[in-house]
């Protein structure tokens, strides 16, 4: 059964930093790309970044880039997120999310991802 299991929300005040974690199992982590994904209070779900199954390749929103940084050890079925610079349009929920592909690339479409965790809650105190 394919499960992805985040953590590491919390409460922070503005400048903090916290590091979110996405636990796989059930499946070769190596072979997928992972996202995470976030959904403010009132908005739509938005791509925030994505890692390639190779780790080659990431991507970050134009709103996260400089400030958060996601990285993946395979051995250890682990994806994270590392946020610093936190501001309080960044409290969300944030999802961990598994592609449908792997390789060299991915993505923030949402439609190419098909196994989703829970998510996590980010609260960032002005």
């Known amino acids: 059964q394919v499960q992805l299991v985040e953590s590491g929300g919390g409460l922070v005040q503005t400048g903090g930093s916290l590091q979110l974690s996405c636990a796989a199992s059930g499946f070769t982590l190596d072979y997928y790309a992972i996202g995470w994904f976030r959904q403010a209070p009132g908005k739509e779900r938005e791509g925030v970044s994505c890692i390639s199954s190779t780790a080659d390749f990431t991507y970050y929103a134009d709103s996260v880039k400089g400030r958060f940084t996601i990285s993946r050890d395979n051995a250890k079925g682990m994806v994270y997120l590392q946020m610093n610079g936190l501001q309080p349009d960044d409290t969300a929920v944030y999802f961990c999310?598994?592609?449908?592909?792997?390789?060299?690339?991915?993505?923030?479409?949402?439609?190419?991802?098909?196994?989703w965790g829970q998510g996590t809650r980010v609260t960032v105190s002005s």
């Open positions: 999310a598994s592609a449908g592909f792997g390789g060299y690339t991915c993505d923030d479409n949402e439609d190419d991802y098909y196994h």
